[in-house]
């Protein structure tokens, strides 16, 4: 059997977490039938973030690992924060991770027939009733930690008056919030999600599916279990604050005696230096704090795709994280190591400029071609030309008149080497009448030519560089942390702590002339700087705009 395999494989390959033994073990005892099948269920009122990343690796990556059917299902049961923009974003995102649903995009919504029908035989069997009290009641009667709540004065309705009453709410007939669906339980129960929890709302809103067709809505509680039940899900996953939503998850499919996936809860990923909820991350784009759902600053799949992040970056650091049963906050340098191992391998290396220094070569004449590693992790990347005349661009703050000590680029009188070129010698320095250094005239040696060169010389620093004459000129936006607390979202002000600096515009960047031909989305290590991606949304055919993905350890300076 495939599975048999595939358990077996996994013993030696995989991580195990409690949810892989969990599975394992139902294989064992064939639980479900040799079966696995889980889903990932978002609710369309936000863009996906990293959070949701986790949960769709770990839904998809059961699916895959043990030859399983893996579901996008929206849990669309609100109509009034869903949207369709949402909808399509949350498709391209969880396809782009790689998460494959197959023809399996479902959506809660289709199932509110059957839902429907569900709560009739639940009124049917004396578990459901009709209940007038409003919210506002509801949240009053329903007792403390320590004293029990106080039973519905309709909690005793006839199942005829029930029906009768279930009926005209859902057709139209009472006004919002005048009458809700309740289940039947326990008033005295020591969790509160089991005190008569409403299953029903009366709200008269469009849904961006069903359109006019309902003005009752399921809660979460209700739907979620309903849409598991009909979807044949095995392994129900979600996170910690629904485990003491799972005794109502279990009575209500015990109750209508349907198909009972079984509900698995895990700890959520919070990531320190970011916020996470939906709430607030929509409040950030409504209110313009940020560029919105897709800025480079946001914790969003979009916004990392926009900045450069891979799929398989994320997925790697999904696999890192692990999956535990506690709350924790993972250091957002973990995501950085990800990205920065994945593209290390996978992206081109290039020189670029941010700040330019103009420096003359006095005793080079002409224009040479030298050549240049692609990708030193990757020899069949190959190499390059790249262009070297008596005119360049050095980076500004390679150069320093009065240097502190250990400080190994270039100084009056000093030497270094330009990368994949030659080593030259500072020999005068050019200041404005402001007394800023506004040019740099140097000598080239030429017995020191990159891997050519006779001579023995050797110099600690190594700087990156590009022909002035020859380069490409773009725009590079570099981003800093969103926030400047380690976990914003646990600050009461938290907006207070967006940090003012988090996107620095450099809007004249030199770069190495090959970079004339990039396409949005193209990935590049600029040798010293990090590495970077082609901006989706503002490059046009007369502007290159890059996005630093991530700032690079740097392993050649010294
Ligand atoms: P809300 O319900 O407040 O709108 P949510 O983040 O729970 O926000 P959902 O659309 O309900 O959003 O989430 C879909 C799935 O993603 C759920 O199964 C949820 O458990 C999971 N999920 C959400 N946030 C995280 C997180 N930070 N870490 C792991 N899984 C998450
Ligand atoms: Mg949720």
Redesign the pocket.
Known sequence: MANTNRQNELKESKPKNFIYEIIDEDLKTNKWGGKVHTR???????Y?????????C??YGIARDYNGKFNLRF?DTNPE?EETEYVESIIEDVKWLGADFEDRILYGSDYFDQMYEWAVDLIKKGKAYVCDLTADEIRKSRGTLTESGEESPYRDRSVEENLDLFEKMKNGEFPNGSKTLRAKIDMASPNFNMRDPVMYRIVHAEHHRQGNKWCIYPT?DWAHGNEDSIEGITHS???L??ENHRPLYDWFLDALGVYHPQQIE?????LSYTV????RLLQLVKEGYVDGWDDPRMPTISGYRRRGYTPEAIRNFAEIVGVAKRDALTDIALLEYSIRDDLNKSANRAMAVLNPLKVIITNFEGEEELEAVNNPEDPNRGTRKVPFSNELYIEQTDFMANPPKGFHRLVPGGEVRLRYAYIIKCEEVIKNEKGEVVELRCTYDPETKSGIGTSTKKVKGVIHWVSTNHAVDAEVRLYDRLFTVENPGAEEDWLSKINPNSLEIISSAKLEPFLKAVKPSDKFQFERLGYFCVDTKYTTDDKIVFNRTVTLKDSWKK
């Open positions: 990932f269920p978002p609710e369309p009122n936000g996906l973030h990293i959070g949701h990343a986790k949960s769709i770990l839904n849990d924060k979460y996953i979600c996170t604050e629904f895990f700890a959520r990923l919070n996470m909820s939906k709430r």
